[in-house]
């Protein structure tokens, strides 16, 4: 199954350890997965809510990188007897799946949503986040308050400050990597912008 990473968009924050999370007039407004907060940990393992913010050792040019990763599969909320009836499919399915961020802007705009990214060996079913589809306070069991990310296995931007990031790209697993969630359409769902 996909592993779904939910974040709630008062800011939302992909499963990558660094974020830009939305740009305006190419003034990038940047914000740490690990600064987001839920509800109490769930598990010993639990930083906060079902999230875990791990540190990755640094390898060859890649120093250490910092992340948030959810610890329950998507699976365990898909059933209609799991927890939020089943809707793990389309919306985080409890708040304990959720990662709340406040972000100041430095003016009024429309702000695209940037992640940075790493996805697991289980490629295409170790791919997918969801994010809100607007500012503010959005309801875990509500589908049309989320957007599902999926299919990121092989789309991104590896590093490198002169690169293009958009939709597109083509980062494979096992790398870290930048796509521009606000323009990346996997799967048929648009992505969106934030006013």
């Known amino acids: ?3 779904h990473q939910p974040y709630l968009l008062t800011l939302t924050i992909a499963f990558g350890a660094h974020f830009t999370p939305l740009l305006a007039q190419n003034t990038p407004v940047v914000v740490q997965a690990e600064v987001g907060t839920s509800t109490a940990p769930t598990s010993s393992s639990a930083s906060a809510g079902d999230w875990a913010f791990l540190t990755a050792a640094a390898t060859g040019t890649v120093p250490a990188v910092t992340y948030a990763t959810s610890l329950t599969d998507v ?3 898909t059933a209609p007897t799991s927890p939020g ?5 389309s919306a985080p399915a409890t708040a304990n799946r959720v990662l709340t ?3 100041t802007f430095p ?6 949503l940037y992640a940075r990214m790493r996805v697991g060996p289980g490629g295409a079913n170790d791919d997918s986040y969801f994010y ?6 959005k309801n875990p069991v509500l589908g049309t308050d989320w957007i599902n990310a999926n299919g990121l296995f092989n789309v991104g931007y590896e590093a490198g ?12 697993t096992g790398v870290w990597k930048w796509l521009n969630m606000s323009k990346y359409a ?3 769902v648009s992505g969106a912008t934030f006013t």
Do not use: H, I, Q
């Open 75 to 77: 699976a365990a909320f």
């Open 132 to 137: 809100a589809t607007s500012f503010g306070t």
């Open 107 to 112: 003016a009024a705009g429309t702000y695209d």
């Open 1 to 3: 199954m996909k592993r």
């Open 161 to 172: 400050s002169t690169l293009p990031v958009d939709g597109g790209g083509s980062g494979g």
């Open 186 to 188: 996997g799967y048929g």
């Open 101 to 103: 961020y406040t972000v």
């Open 85 to 89: 009836g089943g809707v793990g499919a």
